[in-house]
């Protein structure tokens, strides 16, 4: 994990003006995170002028309800970069699973008319979970065993997710969902609080848990680290690595359910913008392409940003065509901006020490 | 185990040891038509430093090599503490104490001390006895303890190690062998690529450890770290073992007409 503490300067600037002393404010807070809290900011208050709904407590309720999916599938796209790995193949496992999902629901629903509706949906998150865990074994294996860039693997795995899911569906959505279905996963609500963001939240406190207090979580960290040194150490870093994008691609499944719950069908077209807005959150919320470098704070709050930015321009009336540019920009500024941060980062800690 | 239950309280004057931790003997090595090594047989005793000097192609590194269990001998045998070992992988040879520092250091730049530390071995507890997970405090704890007990001084152990120098770099590669039960490092040119502060201060941590029941084999080309650091002196030449001197019995002088001329 990077170290964000910045050395504290013994303070010759308390008797300069106050522009200089909030600038230098800021210059630690972008070389502590980057330049996720700044566009956090300036999005939620460039929206809030454009467009006073966009703060109304309606869009805000809308907003932390539709990130949910997004945080989930990013949260799976984070472990496989840890790993110094991606993987492409999100949007596709998305839509793969939703029509597994949809299928066995629908299917145990029809081979036994008199089951109740619990029993199917059983059926049906069993079936998504396993084809999530079956994508990751084969992506994994693929990497870990027969040594395949990670990028190929799961551009290949894209490919093939895409063409199953549309092959098992031919090509239609899967309709007949049980209503219970979207009532456990979608549209219920406790306390106030929609089911989604309830699941969202679990998947935040168990990756947390995970990549910060268990052993699991240092492998995923250090075989993105250093591989040979952790292999050296006494790892078996194969069986890890596979395990890593199981893990990814079981956490993809899990938000492809939650999202055709949402739909309310299995659709072989679901997902297909969330393999670039997952990357983009990951990337704005610092975690580093080389590996091993990355929070699933700072990812939660990137993926946040990204809905807002899509929630922002959809009230704007922005086209989507011209919304895939603006995403494109902010992801290839995003790297951009971080690699200046490491050099400012690097010149910093030699002039301290 | 920590260091002070690896080397309780000695008497590090009585350099007089009895039996070799290590042997080689009659060590041969063929890469092809190639006789890498000719049957060399070398003693490493405890506490003692022993550089290993020879042009290249002498065979020196082929031979630190079998010692660390990265390679295999295709004559000879080697014993740890008068038994005989094999040595066919890496884990062999940590098994018998043996531990070699790569020149990469086997360290994970974006991890901190002690998470470098314990790579690989992490300390984990129960929460109420079902919940797993990693005893953060007590392996910085730790850390800092082991590091105390080496003299070792860095400036801040939660600092991800590539912000630090090459030689506070080593010195945590070194204090990651010593957690374990480790009695004799290999190293291969370890002050290579550090400057002559940075070396002096790994030069100072050996010659440190040396003295807590830590054997060094070195392989080194700096001539006068070799003869600032080493008890004993392996020379090499094509394969073959020319000699071994104590260092207070010689000059560099006759140690490179060694290295050249294979004879003193």
């Given at each position: 994990m990077v170290n964000t503490e910045i050395n504290s300067h013994a303070d010759p600037s308390a008797n300069r003006p106050i522009w200089a002393r909030t600038m230098r404010v800021l210059h630690d807070v972008f070389l502590a995170n980057g330049i996720l809290p700044f566009v956090l900011v300036a999005a939620i208050i460039f929206m809030g002028i454009a467009?006073?709904?966009?703060?109304s407590y309606d869009n805000l309720f809308n907003l932390g309800r539709h990130s949910t999916y997004l945080i989930i599938i990013s949260v799976g796209q984070m472990l496989a970069l840890l790993v110094r790995g991606i993987d492409m193949s999100v949007g596709s496992t998305v839509a793969l699973v939703s029509v597994t999902t949809a299928l066995a629901i629908t299917g145990t629903a029809q081979a036994i008319p008199?089951?109740?509706?619990g029993l199917a949906i059983v059926a049906g998150v069993a079936a998504g979970m396993l084809t999530g865990a079956v994508v990751g074994l084969i992506n994994g294996i693929g990497i870990a065993?027969?040594?395949?860039s990670p990028f190929i693997m799961t551009v290949g795995m894209m490919s093939i997710a895409t063409g199953v899911a549309l092959t098992l569906s031919g090509g239609m959505p899967v309709y007949g969902m049980p209503r219970e279905f979207g009532q456990i996963f979608s549209n219920a609500s406790l306390h106030g609080l929609p089911v989604p963001v309830l699941y969202c939240i679990a998947v935040l406190i168990l990756g947390y848990y995970m990549l910060n207090w268990t052993v699991l979580g240092r492998r995923i960290y250090s075989l993105g680290g250093n591989l040979n040194a952790t292999r050296l150490a006494g790892v078996n870093t194969t069986f890890f690595m596979v395990l890593t994008y199981v893990l990814c691609s079981v956490i993809v499944a899990f938000g492809a359910i939650l999202l055709t719950a949402r739909v309310n069908t299995g659709e072989a077209?679901?997902?297909?913008t969330l393999l670039m807005e997952s990357i983009t959150a990951c990337v704005i919320g610092?975690?580093?392409?080389?590996?091993g470098i990355g929070r699933i704070s700072n990812v939660f709050l990137g993926a946040i940003f990204v809905t807002i930015l899509t929630n922002g321009m959809n009230l704007l009336r922005i086209e989507s065509y011209v919304q895939q540019i603006v995403l494109g920009v902010f992801l290839i500024a995003a790297v951009v901006v971080d690699q200046i941060r490491v050099r400012m980062l690097r010149q910093e800690r030699i002039e301290t020490g | 185990m920590t260091l002070a239950q690896i080397a309780p309280?000695?008497?590090?004057?009585?350099?007089?040891?009895?039996?070799?931790?290590l042997s080689a003997r009659g060590i041969e090595k063929n890469y092809g038509g190639n006789r890498a090594l000719k049957g060399v047989s070398l003693d490493i005793f405890p506490n003692e430093v022993v550089a290993l000097v020879g042009d290249n192609g002498a065979g020196k590194s082929t031979f630190v090599k079998i010692l660390s269990g990265a390679e295999t001998h295709d004559g000879g045998s080697i014993l740890v503490d008068g038994q005989k070992v094999q040595m066919s992988t890496p884990n062999d040879a940590h098994e018998n104490g043996i531990a070699t520092l790569y020149q990469d250091l086997g360290?994970?730049?974006?991890?901190n001390v002690p998470q470098n530390v314990f790579l690989g071995r992490e300390l984990t507890g129960r929460l109420g006895g079902a919940i797993p997970f990693l005893r953060h405090t007590e392996m910085r704890r730790r850390t800092a303890d082991l590091l105390k007990e080496l003299d070792i001084r860095l400036?801040?152990?939660?600092?991800?190690?590539?912000?630090?120098?090459g030689g506070q770099r080593q010195a945590v590669a070194i204090s990651r062998l010593l957690l374990?039960?480790?009695?004799l490092i290999i190293m291969d040119e370890?002050?290579?690529?550090?400057g002559v502060d940075e070396g002096q201060k790994v030069l100072d941590l050996i010659a440190r450890l040396s003295r807590k029941h830590i054997s060094f084999f070195i392989i080194s080309h700096n001539m006068e770290h070799v003869m600032t650091i080493a008890d004993r002196i392996a020379v090499f030449k094509n394969g073959n073992l020319v000699g071994v001197v104590r260092r207070e019995d010689t000059t560099r002088e006759e140690i490179t007409s060694m290295i050249v001329h294979g004879r003193t």
């Open positions: 467009e006073p709904r966009f703060l008199d089951a109740p509706p065993v027969l040594s395949v077209t679901l997902g297909t610092g975690v580093s392409f080389f590996g | 309280t000695t008497n590090v004057t009585a350099k007089l040891p009895h039996q070799p931790l360290l994970v730049d974006c991890f400036p801040d152990l939660a600092r991800p190690v590539s912000t630090m120098s374990g039960d480790v009695r370890p002050m290579a690529a550090l």
